[in-house]
């Protein structure tokens, strides 16, 4: 990146200035709700930051706006300095749930955005096929997605999304439907993909030992409506990083005893308004 591109943009990736997002209800149209309100949240370049919060806090929501699926109802957003409209062409976007396309096999779902991108077709089955081989399924290319375990799936969404190379990675609870072993082999995946071209990366989680296991800093959300950033720490813990090993770090303890001490009455007060919802 040039030196006077860096400079303008002061080294953030991402910029949510100010971000107030309110939705009219679909039952009461008269009805407004604020999901997040005045909120300003910044990734650094190469950063690699973890939003965690209550069920139902506006994580999603600030990712979709970061993502450009959704226009704040005030407030900025800024790419590497540059104000967004409409859809963050620099960002690469990996869902909750696969986006891969069932008719598809694994290499042609890789393909995919790269053709878009006006790639030839042999060019994008050679880019795919090496992404494939990095996530670790080079021999299963054409499979199909229901022949793929769901972790297979994910490496396979990840390959898909880092193909495009990508400026900046936004996940959305990427792992969260995975089996606890699986999950952490993904995690890892992720470390050491992310450490070979340190993108910025936006990872949204409910878990707590995850963001703090993968991320540089880790932001905590309140509960909504009108969901703010509340705290924000900085995760010291040496890199390379085994998430299943740097839990037993004594630092590791310490952080997620501070960081919970802050998110723990949140979590209790989401849990409340869920069961409200409900009754």
């Not at 009461?28 to 650094?44: K, W």
């Not at 042999?122 to 795919?128: F, G, L, M, R, T």
């Not at 994910?154 to 190379?165: M, P, S």
Request: glycine share 8%; with cysteine.
């Amino acid at each position: 990146m040039p030196a006077s591109l860096t400079a303008r943009h002061n080294g953030y990736a991402l910029e949510l200035l100010d971000i107030t997002c309110t939705f009219r209800s679909r039952d009461d149209p008269g009805h407004r709700y604020t999901a997040v309100s005045n909120t300003t949240l910044r990734i650094n370049a190469g950063e690699f930051v973890s939003v965690v919060g209550p069920t139902g806090c506006g994580k999603s929501t600030l990712l979709n706006i970061g993502a450009g699926l959704l226009e704040p109802s005030s407030g900025e957003v800024r790419v590497f300095g540059e104000p967004l409209h409409g859809i963050n062409r620099r960002a690469g976007y990996m869902f909750q749930s696969e986006a891969l396309m069932p008719w598809r096999s694994a290499i042609g779902n890789v393909m995919m955005g790269l053709q878009y991108r006006g790639v030839s077709e042999s060019a994008a089955h050679a880019q795919a096929q090496a992404w494939l081989e990095r996530v670790g399924l080079g021999e299963f290319g054409a499979r199909y997605p229901h022949q793929l375990s769901g972790g297979m799936r994910k490496r396979a969404a990840l390959a898909q999304v880092l193909a495009l190379d990508p400026d900046l990675i936004l996940m959305d609870e990427p792992f969260s439907a995975l089996d606890i072993q699986t999950r952490q082999l993904m995690e890892n995946e992720v470390l050491d993909l992310w450490a070979d071209k340190k993108k910025a990366v936006l990872f949204i989680t409910h878990d707590l030992d995850e963001a703090i296991a993968m991320s540089d800093r880790v932001v905590v959300l309140s509960a909504g409506p009108g969901t703010q950033v509340i705290g924000e720490f900085t995760v010291d813990l040496p890199r390379p990083r085994d998430v299943a090993e740097i839990r037993n770090e004594p630092r590791f303890v310490k952080l997620h005893t501070q960081i919970w001490n802050v998110l723990r009455d949140e979590v209790l007060k989401g849990y409340a308004q869920q069961l409200a919802k409900g009754a």
